[in-house]
């Protein structure tokens, strides 16, 4: 197979694209679909630092290398969500990528904020795992943003997360997820940072190859608690339907953030105030990671 | 050639030569699953392997929680 763009040997096939490139113009293209988000969707600017939420994954990783290699200022975050070898191997990959490139890297230990660590949380409230994983994750970003004085957070949600999420909201009809489904989500209140996903228009494929062709040592191994998990299920079921159909995932997602997204939203946004109890954003009296971290006190004492 | 596959990670040997996209076909995995690295080089589904050939079969699908980052 060959590259499109020089007739060398292709590196990867990118069948919705009906295209192949070799090493070199699959990072180029890689970079440009980034710059496209980022200038599309107005995420930042290059006078703003970056705080990227990450994972020792690929996708967090691949994020932060395009950001470094474009040159915007950044920091890292990496949330201990206490899972095992698994965290302790994440946090080290993090760690590593972090000093080889001399960026700060933020240090945040779930266990510390909400009594316990995932695994714990999960055996104490028995609540689906990666529901208070997502709940606790979502408020400590925001969180640790507002306590280094960070504007944006950024995310490596690529284009299949960020399809079957929309697949998971279509299925249940959750009208009110779908409008705040974005790219990037502004922020409405002052103790509301922005978060933006620049991997959105780019396949989990992608950005695992980008990140084996950079040379990012990141974890593979995936999350123990993900086997079974609903958004896996839904991956599944896409990536059937892209085999039959390259470019089903682009389009269902394209489709929606162009054509039917701006149908589902609301004249009215939902009214924001600060939680009593810890002084973050929250639609209630009490923020639901509060309310986590209570009844996870209350179990475990 | 050997074919190291994760999740979890487990080892096959299979016989004879054939291209990716075959191979993959006998696995019940689809291509746009995984990447194939062989002597630390990508490969495209139509590319040839066998004989003495050590791949790995990454998986590059991940999740859980929606948030992750």
């Known amino acids: 197979m060959k590259c499109r763009k020089c007739g060398g040997s292709a590196a990867l096939e990118l069948r919705r694209h009906n295209a192949a490139f070799c090493s070199p113009h699959f990072i180029e293209f890689f970079r440009k679909q980034v710059a496209e988000a980022v200038h599309r969707h107005r995420m930042f600017s290059p006078d703003e630092t970056i705080l990227v939420a990450v994972s020792g994954g690929k996708d967090s990783l691949a994020l932060w290398d395009v950001l470094i290699e474009d040159g915007y200022r950044t920091a890292g975050l990496y949330l201990d969500l206490g899972i095992f070898d698994y965290s302790v191997e994440s946090k080290a990959k993090c760690e590593a990528f972090a000093a080889a490139r001399g960026q700060a890297l933020h240090v945040v230990r779930v266990a510390d904020a909400v009594g316990a660590p995932i695994p714990g949380v999960q055996q104490a409230t028995r609540r689906p795992t990666c529901s208070a994983c997502g709940l606790s994750k979502r408020y400590l970003m925001n969180r640790a943003a507002l306590e280094h004085g960070y504007a944006v957070v950024a995310t490596g949600h690529n284009l299949d997360d960020e399809a079957a999420t929309l697949f998971g909201s279509v299925m249940h009809w959750q009208t009110d997820a779908l409008p705040r489904q974005s790219p990037a989500l502004p922020s409405t209140h002052p103790k509301l940072v922005r978060r933006v996903k620049p991997l959105y228009r780019l396949s989990e494929l992608e950005t695992a190859a980008y990140a084996f062709l950079r040379g990012i040592d990141y974890i593979v191994d995936e999350c123990p608690f993900a086997k079974g998990a609903t958004s896996i299920a839904h991956k599944e079921v896409l990536n059937r339907l892209e085999e039959a159909s390259p470019g089903a995932k682009h389009n269902f997602l394209f489709g929606f953030l162009e054509r039917a997204r701006p149908a589902f939203e609301k004249t009215e946004g939902a009214v924001l105030q600060e939680c009593t109890s810890c002084g973050q954003v929250t639609t209630g009296a009490v923020c639901a990671f509060c309310k986590l971290a209570d009844l996870v006190k209350r179990r475990m004492s | ?69």
């Open chain 2, 1 to 69: 050639m050997k074919v190291i596959l994760r999740n979890p990670r487990r080892e096959v040997q299979v016989e004879g030569k054939r291209r990716v996209k075959e191979l993959l076909v006998e696995l019940d995995i689809l291509p746009s699953t995984v990447l194939v690295i062989r002597d630390n080089e990508l490969l495209t589904s139509d590319a040839m392997v066998g004989g003495d050939d050590v791949l790995e079969v990454r998986p590059v699908m991940s999740g859980g929680s929606g948030s992750a980052a």
